[in-house]
Nanobody, 118 residues
Framework: QVTLVESGGGLVQAGGSLRLSCAAS????????MGWYRQAPGKQRELVAD???????NYADSVKGRFSIFRDDAKNTVYLQMNSLKPEDTAIYYC????????????WGQGTQATVSS
């Protein structure tokens, strides 16, 4: 069974930074796309950023220039560096990966809370 474990969330003041990590384990052969989504209270889950196996990145307009996604394939880990945080970035952040373990399938982490105070 593939498991994704996130870490790095917390409470930070506006203008501060957080780095989220998400490590996958469980008999993984290969990982294609990795990404981060977030869900704020009363809102739908939205894509924050994703990165392909070739390193191509994609960001939501609301985070461009402030957030960076990168991956370490040797560690089956994806990171989200969040700078210049705003109160509207407050949400539960979920990582997701497309993993090959026999067949390809999408997996999700349990979520980590990031709270930005004004």
């Amino acid at each position: 069974q593939v498991t994704l474990v996130e870490s790095g969330g917390g409470l930070v003041q506006a203008g501060g930074s957080l780095r989220l990590s998400c490590a996958a384990s469980g008999g993984i052969f290969s990982i294609n796309e990795m990404g981060w989504y977030r869900q704020a209270p009363g809102k739908q889950r939205e894509l924050v950023a994703d990165i392909t196996s070739g390193g191509t990145t994609n960001y939501a307009d609301s985070v461009k220039g402030r957030f960076s996604i990168f991956r370490d394939d040797a560690k089956n880990t994806v990171y989200l560096q969040m700078n210049s945080l705003k109160p509207e970035d407050t949400a539960i952040y979920y990582c997701t990966m497309t993993v090959q373990r026999g067949t390809w399938r999408d997996y999700w982490g349990q979520g980590t809370q990031a709270t930005v105070s004004s």
